[in-house]
């Protein structure tokens, strides 16, 4: 199910962002990524880290509707707190500066996501392991979402209706989310609450997605400070292609969070270690292929989803795509390994090493390089995040080895495989005088068709794995 959800912002996003780019252009796409960077801030302090720290406080007591219920009600206690205070101060900033009050009606439309977010208690489903009901309701509004970008996005002064339309597609389903708690939790209030064990790991959390934020949406921010709107709307395009890529990588970590957290809780060691090896495979059997194809068709890529008005986003999409990799690999090792083991601080020591880097970096390359810079930034920022993760879970040999986990990855067989697949596509299919569109389809369903064979004749044993499942059932057991 979250390979659906995860494919569903794959494909939703190829269909809508090449109409949308090329009606607002540069400048009306810049000026949505800024509102939405600069409403992150205030997001962020909205959740108070409660979306990943939720997520494990839910898995760890699931097998108890009241203690579940007691742990909701909290949660949403705090949330809804800070949620009013990021209200106050959200719209105190909008109406105070200038380059935000010209821009007032984006800036609120964009701002009602800190409302839906807290209604919405995704943390919760996420807990539970929900998976089916969170893919359905999310795959129904983005096709509400699809209908109306068509029907509504004509010109370049719609670009407050996209606006719109994006927290149509992205928060919407939340409203569903609150109808639906009654099936999980009771709503009657409990005699007493107790938010002093929460207050810890909030916190930690919280400052973790801080420096997150600042390391992912400090770029945009800066760019659209020192440079233009057109800046911002160029690295906006190359970091969508980048991030629905990277949605794909980390499907797999996102789902294996309250799984790994309730090992931890049961005290199951190998189960923990074995699931952490397995996704480790995953990350780098799945990233370095996807980071070969898209470095070779960058052009087409930026292409198809954004214009010929973009081709300032094509060097900068092919600095920032290891990122696949690099992201990928944090997702298991803080996330999956380090946040069930209750080391919530190391997380956060590593995600604010690469904040530090991404600033750094920032103000020293991007007044001189403007998207390349920030391209640069995010690259040393992410490269910053998984040295550090990588030091303290080498230090987690009690519950997994991670070491022997990239030990078992067989890197000559997948080289050998990504080698083999690129030839055809890239010096046949690419020099074809096709559509983008055209040209990316059948180049990557031949890159990843080849891949796959390859990797099955020189029997890579996490691929035989994986296609395990199939003989079995193509054989009647």
């Not at 904040?355 to 103000?363: E, F, G, N, T, Y």
Request: net charge positive; with cysteine; glycine share 6%.
């Amino acid at each position: 199910m979250n390979a659906a959800l995860t494919m569903s912002s794959f494909v939703f996003p190829l269909i809508t962002f090449p109409y949308v780019s090329r009606i607002l252009l540069p400048e009306g796409m810049g000026k949505v990524a800024m509102a939405t960077a600069v409403v992150a801030y205030f997001a962020l302090l909205a959740r108070l880290g409660i979306p990943m720290y939720g997520i494990r406080a839910c898995a760890e007591v699931r097998d108890d509707k009241a203690q579940l219920s007691k742990v909701v009600h909290e949660l949403f206690l705090i949330n809804s707190g800070m949620t009013g205070i990021s209200y106050l101060l959200f719209f105190a900033t909008v109406f105070t500066v200038p380059a935000f009050r010209s821009e007032y009606t984006l800036y609120l439309i964009i701002g009602s996501t800190l409302l839906f977010e807290m209604i919405g208690a995704e943390w919760l489903y996420k807990g539970l392991e929900e998976y089916s009901y969170i893919t359905y309701r999310s795959i129904f509004f983005k096709i509400v979402a699809l209908a109306a970008t068509f029907l509504f996005v004509h010109t370049r002064a719609d670009y407050i209706k996209y606006g719109a339309i994006t927290i149509l597609a992205a928060s919407a389903s939340n409203l569903l989310n609150l109808y639906n708690l009654r099936k999980y939790i009771t709503f009657k209030p409990f005699p007493e609450y107790s938010f002093k064990p929460h207050i810890k790991p909030v916190l930690i959390f919280f400052a973790t997605t801080c420096a997150i934020v600042i390391y992912t949406q400090l770029n945009t921010v800066i760019l659209g400070l020192m440079k233009t709107n057109v800046d911002v709307g160029l690295y906006d395009s190359a970091m969508k292609i980048k991030n629905i890529l990277v949605s794909v990588v980390t499907a797999l970590g996102a789902v294996l969070l309250p799984r790994a957290s309730y090992y931890v809780k049961q005290g199951l060691v190998q189960e923990f270690a074995k699931i952490s090896t397995k996704a480790v495979l995953f990350v780098i059997g799945l990233s370095l292929p996807l980071i070969v194809f898209f470095t070779l068709f960058a052009d087409n890529g930026i292409h198809f989803l954004s214009g010929r008005y973009f081709d300032g986003a094509i060097f900068p999409m092919q600095i920032i795509l290891p990122t696949i990799l690099l992201i990928g690999l944090t997702n298991i090792l803080g996330i999956q390994i380090l946040v069930p083991l209750g080391k919530e601080k190391e997380v956060f020591y590593s995600v604010a090493a690469g904040a530090v880097v991404d600033l750094i970096a920032c103000l020293a390359l991007i007044p001189a390089f403007a998207v390349v810079g920030a391209a640069v930034s995010n690259l040393l920022a992410e490269a910053t995040v998984f040295v550090v993760q990588y030091y303290y879970v080498s230090k987690c040999r009690d519950w997994v080895d991670i070491s022997k986990a990239f030990r078992q990855v067989q890197y000559g067989k997948i080289a050998l495989a990504v080698f083999v697949a690129v030839w055809l596509p890239y010096y046949f299919f690419k020099a074809l005088a096709w559509n983008d569109f055209v040209i990316l389809t059948v180049s990557g369903m031949t890159f990843f068709g080849i891949y796959g064979i390859v990797l099955y004749i020189a029997k890579e044993r996490f691929f035989m794995e994986l296609l395990e499942p199939v003989r079995k059932k193509l054989s009647g057991r």
